[in-house]
């Protein structure tokens, strides 16, 4: 029976670590939105010649992009998560009232 609760804690933290991934894309594009307009700017109306007419525009999306999703940026959010989860419990264990 250890196996199956294992199993089914790291279930939970899979889908815990895919939203706060998920979480981290969509501050990133919100941080970066500026580089993205200049982005899709440059590429309107362009097929192939958008990889060297909007080169640079590229470079600084995924330069700022980067900022905001790299292992850092997860492991400090796991944290902050793992954090929050704890307070919660310290709350409701101080609380009989909330069980």
């Known amino acids: 029976m250890g196996y199956i609760q ?3 804690e790291n279930h939970v933290k899979k889908k815990v670590e895919e939203a706060l991934r998920s979480k981290m894309k969509q501050k990133a ?6 580089y993205a307009s200049k982005y899709a700017e440059c590429s309107t109306g362009r097929t192939i010649s958008v990889v060297w007419q909007c080169r640079q525009e590229a470079k600084e999306l995924n330069n700022c992009l980067h900022q905001f999703t790299n292992d850092d940026v997860l492991e400090q959010m796991k944290n902050d998560y793992m954090l929050q989860q704890e307070q919660k419990g310290s709350t409701r264990s101080l609380n009989p009232s909330s069980i």
């Open 29 to 34: 594009m919100k941080e970066c939105k500026d």
């Open 6 to 8: 294992e199993a089914r």
